[in-house]
C-alpha cells in the first residue's frame, strides 16, 4: 500500500516556541492532505483540510492563526504549531489522500508533541 | 451534520473466536462510504475495510466483514479467527462524498485474549 511519512516522530519544546510537523506521500501524489489531532484515549478530530496550491480549510473552533498549514507541492504537506503552549500536547496525525474522487486516505504514523 | 457512535467502549474477545463491533452513524446524505480503521498501539491507523453506500453487498476482507444495513444506518464490523495481533482500538468512520472528509467515531478498545 501507500506510505506517508511524518517528521518528527516527536518533538519537545519549551512554551511560546513554534514547531512545524512535515507530512510526505512518499510513492504517490496527494492533492488533498488532512490534519488530525487526537488526545490521549480519544478519537481523531479533523483539523484542517490542506489542498495543494491553495489555502487551507479549517474545521470550526480551530484557529487557522495557530495551526499553520501549507501545502506547498503534490507529496508534502506541512503544519505549524505557533506560539506552542501546553494545551497544544497532543498526538497529530496527517492523511494523504490517493486517487481521484474519494480514493484511499493513507495515514502518517503520527506526531507526538509535548510542549512544556 | 453527520456523526458516528460506537456505543462499546471495550470488548474482549478469547482468540479464535469471533467478535463484532458496533457503529451507527447518521447522515442526510444519499452517497457516501463507510470504513472501519485499526489503530494498534504503535498508533499508525490502518484501514481494515471500506464499504460504499451505494452497494448492498456487504465488504468482507479475508477475516474481517461487515453488516451494513443502510436503512438502519448501521455498519457492524465482524471479526473471525480472532488473533492477538487483532488487539487494537478500531474505529469506525463516515466519509462525505462531497468533502472527503472522515468523521471518526468514539473507538472501541478490542482486547484478544489467548
Known amino acids: 500500500g501507500a506510505v506517508v511519512s511524518q517528521h518528527p516522530s516527536r518533538v519537545i519544546c519549551k512554551s511560546g516556541t513554534s514547531v512545524k510537523i512535515e507530512c510526505r506521500s512518499l510513492?504517490?501524489?496527494?492533492?488533498?492532505m488532512f490534519w488530525y489531532r487526537q488526545f490521549p484515549k480519544q478519537s481523531l478530530m479533523l483539523m484542517a483540510t490542506?489542498?495543494?496550491?491553495?489555502?487551507?480549510?479549517?474545521e470550526q473552533g480551530v484557529e487557522k492563526d495557530k495551526f499553520l498549514i501549507n501545502h506547498a507541492s503534490l507529496t508534502l504537506s506541512t503544519l505549524t504549531v505557533t506560539s506552542a503552549h501546553p494545551e497544544d500536547s497532543s498526538f497529530y496525525i496527517c492523511?494523504?489522500?490517493?486517487?481521484?474522487?474519494?480514493?484511499?486516505?493513507?495515514f502518517g504514523p503520527g506526531t507526538r508533541l509535548t510542549v512544556l | 451534520a453527520q456523526t458516528v457512535t460506537q456505543s462499546q467502549p471495550e470488548m474482549s474477545v478469547q482468540e479464535a473466536e469471533t467478535v463484532t463491533l458496533s457503529c451507527t452513524y447518521d447522515?442526510?446524505?444519499?452517497?457516501?462510504?463507510l470504513f472501519w480503521y485499526k489503530q494498534p498501539p504503535s498508533r499508525q491507523m490502518i484501514l481494515v475495510i471500506r464499504?460504499?453506500?451505494?452497494?448492498?453487498q456487504n465488504a468482507t476482507e479475508n477475516r474481517f466483514s461487515v453488516n451494513f444495513q443502510k436503512a438502519a444506518k448501521s455498519f457492524s464490523l465482524k471479526i473471525s479467527d480472532s488473533q492477538l495481533g487483532d488487539t487494537a482500538m478500531y474505529f469506525c468512520?463516515?466519509?462525505?462524498?462531497?468533502?472527503?472528509?472522515?468523521?471518526f467515531g468514539s473507538g472501541t478498545r478490542l482486547l484478544v485474549r489467548p
Open positions: 492523511s494523504a489522500r490517493q486517487g481521484k474522487g474519494v480514493g484511499t486516505q493513507y
Open positions: 510513492d504517490f501524489q496527494a492533492t488533498t
Open positions: 490542506s489542498n495543494e496550491g491553495s489555502k487551507a480549510t479549517y
Open positions: 447522515t442526510s446524505e444519499n452517497n457516501y462510504y
Open positions: 464499504q460504499e453506500a451505494y452497494k448492498q
Open positions: 468512520a463516515y466519509l462525505m462524498d462531497s468533502s472527503y472528509k472522515l468523521i
